[in-house]
């Protein structure tokens, strides 16, 4: 009796030693809850950004409910308020547009939740209300689109440029940003200017229609370059011209931004001279920061984390180009 009294004491001994010995969880852990609301579908490069961030957080075995805005603020508000009634751990997400988000960062913030921004960012008047935001420098895209147009000129000093800039959503801050950055760039040579400017919401449909319209009240004669700030409007632009006898690339000078694969091919062939990069690989960097968040340290993270991007023009090595995956 005693002996089974020894060896039960022993067993039971045994037990609290393993279960105070078994190694600690690993900083990822599967019970963590990330919402992730994303602005739209409107591009081959939106999807490449959603898919982007999916496998990032998934890599690193994150619980996610994914909603998409649909182009439509009201509802990106809702899905944000419903991860906040869900209480997830954190929330991500791309703002379609500039304003009207501080409430619901302001009910995010009440409940602890931290938020994150990528790709666009927002206009408030408290950068507390996200912990950081994660993106493109879209002021730089701009820049490098007008450095490309200015050298284009360079040995034309005194031929007049006129630039049509076919631009994005109004309320975007892409759009702000790339206008920005293009007339800095540009505001360097007395001879280039947009002599007019029309919006094509990031569509390809609408950047049709838009060119299109120009063409019509034959606006397109005195145009030198487009600088389009996305592709897919690029592609539409593409589409109208070929209604009418200008040849993209020769009589008309293309900036574009983005870098989609079906863009590159139009370089290839000549009738697109200048593609900038908008890398939509985001997903890396938003799982990092979320880990280093969570890992409970206190680790900084940059309130503002810029993504590289490149160029690639009719002025390079276009067979260097690596293949994209959007
Ligand atoms: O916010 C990034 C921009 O949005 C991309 O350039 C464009 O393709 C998308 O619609």
Redo the contacts with the bound molecule.
């Keep these: 009796m005693k002996n089974k009294l020894v060896s039960l004491l022993f067993l039971l001994w045994l037990l609290i030693t393993l279960v105070a010995c078994k190694p600690k969880e690993p900083t990822v852990q599967n019970n963590i809850v990330i919402g992730f609301s994303q602005?739209?579908t409107?591009?081959s490069?939106?999807k490449a950004?959603t898919t982007s961030i999916l496998d990032g957080l998934k890599k690193n075995k994150y619980q996610v409910i994914y909603r998409n805005g649909l182009m439509d603020q009201e509802r990106q508000i809702q899905d944000i308020r419903s991860f906040i009634a869900y209480r997830v751990d954190m929330i991500v997400f791309?703002p379609l547009t500039k304003d009207g988000w501080e409430p619901v960062l302001k009910e995010a913030e009440q409940a602890g939740i931290d938020v994150i921004l990528v790709?666009?960012d927002i206009n408030s008047a408290s950068s507390d209300l996200y912990l950081s935001h994660i993106?493109?420098s879209?002021k730089a895209e701009g820049n490098r689109a007008g450095i490309y147009v200015n050298n284009y000129f360079k040995e034309q000093p005194e031929r007049k440029i006129n630039v049509l800039e076919l631009s994005?959503?109004t309320s975007?801050?892409?759009t702000t940003l790339r206008s920005d950055g293009f007339r800095e760039a540009i505001g360097r040579e007395q001879n280039i200017t947009v002599i007019q400017t029309v919006y094509g919401d990031?569509?390809r449909n609408k950047g049709k229609e838009v060119i299109r319209n120009l063409i019509k009240h034959n606006q397109l004669k005195e145009i030198d370059v487009l600088f389009s700030?996305?592709?897919?409007m690029t592609l539409g632009a593409l589409d109208a011209l070929k209604e009418t006898a200008i040849q993209p690339g020769k009589d008309l000078i293309i900036v574009t931004?983005?870098g989609q694969e079906n863009i590159i091919e139009e370089l290839r062939a000549g009738r697109v001279n200048c593609v900038v990069e908008?890398n939509?690989q985001a997903g890396y960097y938003v799982a990092r920061a979320i880990e280093r968040r969570l890992d409970g340290d206190n680790k900084q993270i940059p309130h503002e984390i810029y993504m590289p991007e490149t160029v690639f023009s009719d002025q390079g090595d276009l067979d260097s180009i690596p293949t994209r995956n959007y």
């Design positions: 602005s739209g409107e591009s490069w939106r950004h791309t790709d666009r993106g493109p879209f994005g959503l975007a801050s892409p990031y569509t700030h996305n592709d897919e931004i983005d908008c939509p």
